[in-house]
């Protein structure tokens, strides 16, 4: 692998098959990360990032693109069959911009907006207060229930009376139970506000089916394309046809210039992959995978928010265990267990030094672990933090991790050797 790269800048070709090697030889639990297919990083490393193409299919600013054109098309057939929807643009470079491009279709700076608020498990974009969308906007945020740990709709209800939002986020960054599209879709409605879901983590299970889809329901569905979908980094917008001339026009020209056209071909590559039954097999090992995973940590003395999980994520509580969730993330990255730690909802400890972690399980499932490897798994994390900073119950268990993932190939990653 990367043999022009080896002789052109040894640095950083060394740098990256060191982070393959890791990526080979760790359990990968950061509920935003996966295994892009060996195809999707072909897609994403090919000549089409050489091309200019501000515009869309048949009307760019720039010639040469009778190529260009057919990929960007190919991508946005492929992704409005997987998802049922009836516009779709897939030039957002990423999430972050796709919900900045929703705002900048839908409000203006000073109007009130709402979204989840991020200690509860919303995303900096839904007008948490140090992101441009809570600096530039009448950002309202609602929570979760102190009790249940659910989405507090009758907050959510009350609040949304209170302020009527112009753009009403739904959508969860670390939050491990469904969300109701359809209620969201009631106050949306009873308040005039456009109702953006914002699927980023949950994409790859609502193509599935695995989790309820916001598209016949949302005004507008923002997603990234690299967590559990499992496509090249980038993002993408789906939305009703009567609002699809102001979200691509929010786009381009609006936010960005020439889109990403490798990305929009790894886009097209992973939404045929999403086709495939195979991908509905490892959505299913996803959330099989993360129910398993949280009954044997539930046995193992943790609690987790909500009690358990819909999805493909845990948000444990680690101070059930009498340890924060900082040092435990460490502790478990030393013995090949790679998770982050996370707030836990009204928090009594602070962000960067908080209450729990988050688990994901969509990597794992890529390499095909399932549900029946996860008493293994929790026994690992009990015994790491049972240990408590003990380096020689580290290094044990990272040996037994890193023996047990041999059998387990990472896709895109079949070449590096562990
Ligand atoms: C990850 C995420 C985003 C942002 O995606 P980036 O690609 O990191 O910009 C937006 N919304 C939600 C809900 C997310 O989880």
């Known amino acids: 692998m990367f043999d022009a ?8 070709a060394a740098l990256i098959e060191s982070e393959s090697r890791r990526q080979v030889r760790t359990l990968r639990l950061i509920a935003s990360e996966n295994y ?11 000549a089409l990032a050489n091309k200019y193409s501000e ?13 260009i054109d057919q990929v960007e098309a190919l ?34 700076p000073g109007d009130p907006v709402m979204g989840l608020g991020l200690p509860h498990g919303g995303h900096l974009t839904h007008g948490w207060n140090v992101n441009v969308s809570g600096k530039w906007f009448d950002a309202h945020q609602y929570p979760v229930e102190r009790d249940s740990e659910l989405l507090d709709m009758a907050a959510m209800r009350r609040i949304a009376r209170e302020v009527r939002p112009k753009i009403l986020f739904a959508g969860i960054t670390a939050y491990p ?27 790859g299970l609502v193509a599935a089916g695995l989790h309820p889809s ?5 005004d507008v ?37 020439g889109p990403h056209n490798n990305t929009t071909a790894g886009i097209a590559v992973a939404a045929r992959e999403a086709a495939q039954p195979s991908f509905r097999e490892y959505a299913q090992r996803v959330v099989d995978s993360a129910r398993a995973l949280g009954e044997a940590l539930v046995e193992r003395g943790f609690r987790l928010v909500t009690g358990g999980t819909d999805n493909h994520m845990l948000i444990v509580d680690t101070m059930h265990r009498g340890v924060p969730g900082k040092p435990v993330a460490q502790a478990l990255e030393r013995a090949g267990m790679v998770c982050n730690y996370n707030s836990i909802p009204f928090d009594p ?34 015994q790491v933090v049972a240990a408590s900073d003990d380096t020689s119950v580290e290094e044990r268990v990272r040996g037994e991790v890193e023996e047990f993932l041999i059998d387990f190939p990472a896709p895109g990653l079949e070449g590096v050797t562990p």
Not at 5 to 12: K, Q, V, Y
């Open 221 to 257: 569905v923002t997603s990234t394309t690299h967590k559990t979908f499992r496509g090249p980094r980038g993002g993408m917008i789906l939305c009703r046809e009567e609002h699809a001339r102001a979200i691509d026009r929010a786009i381009f020209p609006g936010l960005q210039g």
């Open 349 to 382: 400890r602070k962000p960067f030094d908080p209450s729990g972690i988050r688990i994901g399980t969509a990597a794992m499932a890529s390499r095909g672990i399932g549900a029946e490897h996860m008493t293994r798994l929790a026994d690992w994390v009990d």
């Open 5 to 12: 790269l080896r002789s052109a800048d040894p640095d950083i």
């Open 75 to 108: 991508a946005i057939d492929r992704i409005k069959a997987v998802f049922g929807a009836e516009h779709v643009n897939v030039q957002p470079y990423s999430g972050s911009p796709a919900n900045l491009a929703v705002y900048f279709a839908f409000a203006s």
């Open 36 to 46: 892009a297919s060996a195809a999707v990083q072909e897609a994403v490393g090919s």
């Open 55 to 67: 515009g869309y299919g048949g009307r760019r600013y720039y010639q040469g693109q009778q190529y």
């Open 214 to 218: 916001p598209v016949p329901v949302a």
């Open 177 to 203: 139970r469904v969300v109701d599209w359809d209620a969201f879709r009631e106050v949306a409605d009873e308040v005039g506000a456009i109702l953006v879901a914002d699927i980023a983590h949950i994409s």
